[in-house]
């Protein structure tokens, strides 16, 4: 297997969790989006998107940090990403939903150099817009697993599964673009609970190859 | 089953696509979120993300339209909103995403509401904003439809799935916000073959009831 990734891709960052938690070695292609190496002739031809994650297998290309995630646990079931009972897997796959679709989308590379160019903001409303979006989000998660007895340790349970994958990388854009994050203690509870296993604390950005070449 | 949903959202008309794909009757309720009824205690009592669609099963809410198709499609296996091998249900999901995750998220109304205010831009840059996420994400889908032999009458194989019905909402929306649709042939040619599947063209928003009320 091979991963096209970027260090502080959150995307990317999943699927790096999600592979080191199957204890799953890839090969690792970093693709430098800051110098725009995804719009490159030889990436786009591996993802006609222009987008981090993709993962190479068997001369196949699976894209979207989501579908390789599911397509990792359908091929390699143990330890399992999603619980077993169709309600429970409802709950795990709309918790991390609301990040994929509804937190992290607003603030990739993309939109945040749109903000700039052509509208014309500066940094100041950059910070505003991401901060609006994760607090937006984060309050949302908060209720749905402060107020749910089927939380444990982590987002589901007590073992790490598909929303504790997209929680944490969340978390560290979070840090990153100085949110306030006391209003979210369950939130940030689950994310130490994370942290505390060796799948997550590896798949950092700052633990990537790619960083340490900086 | 009750469906809290909104005629004109793209995620709740995913699901109203979902439910008639597996013959399910579901007792609706609109949620006007054009009149802010999603930020009522009523209805944040249901969802605390105050989004649409949400689901009530058996007492329980589900959140999040793609949770709620995979819930459907794992409790309701006839027809498949997934291929069974598991290479093709990356590819479909893949595309699903493309949709869910990197263009509708750019697009909904919170969104366009926050680009008004606090942001400060009128509808002519709220359009070019909306056509620019349409255009990338169309681009790229139309790449990877017309680039893969999985491609058939619809987005994989000769039956709808997933991603036919993220789809067809979108290009809804494209439609709605006069994006040129010419350059997405192949696009163009699956959303066709969906429209004329009747669980496709009864879940479209002007034949929702409260399309007719207005």
Chains 1, 2 share one sequence.
Not at 45 to 66: D, I, K, M, T
Not at 93 to 115: E, K, M, Q, S, T
Request: neutral net charge; charged residues 25%.
């Amino acid at each position: 297997m091979k991963l096209y990734g970027y260090f502080r891709s959150s995307a990317a960052f999943r699927v790096r969790i999600g592979l080191a938690l199957k204890g799953i070695e890839a090969e690792r292609v970093p693709v430098d989006l800051v110098g725009n190496q995804h719009f490159a002739a030889a990436f786009t031809a591996v993802n006609p998107q222009a987008r981090v994650p993709a993962l190479e297998v068997e001369g196949r290309v699976l894209v979207q940090s989501l579908a390789i995630l599911e397509w990792l646990d359908e091929t390699h079931p143990n330890p399992p990403f999603l619980p077993a009972d169709p309600f429970a897997r409802a709950r795990v796959r709309g918790l991390a939903d609301v990040i994929a679709c509804d937190i992290h989308p607003l603030n990739n590379l993309a939109v945040l150099r749109y903000l700039a160019d052509p509208l014309g903001h500066d940094e100041d409303a950059e910070r505003v817009w991401y901060q609006h979006w994760i607090a937006l989000g984060f309050r949302a998660l908060e209720a749905m697993l402060a107020g749910s007895r089927d939380t444990g340790r982590f987002c589901h349970g007590d073992a790490p599964g598909l929303a504790d994958i997209c929680l944490v990388p969340q978390v560290f854009k979070a840090r990153r673009y100085k949110c306030d994050l006391a209003p979210y203690p369950t939130l940030m509870r689950v994310f130490e609970a994370c942290m505390a296993v060796p799948a997550f604390d590896r798949a950092q950005p700052d633990k990537q190859p790619e960083a340490a070449a900086r």
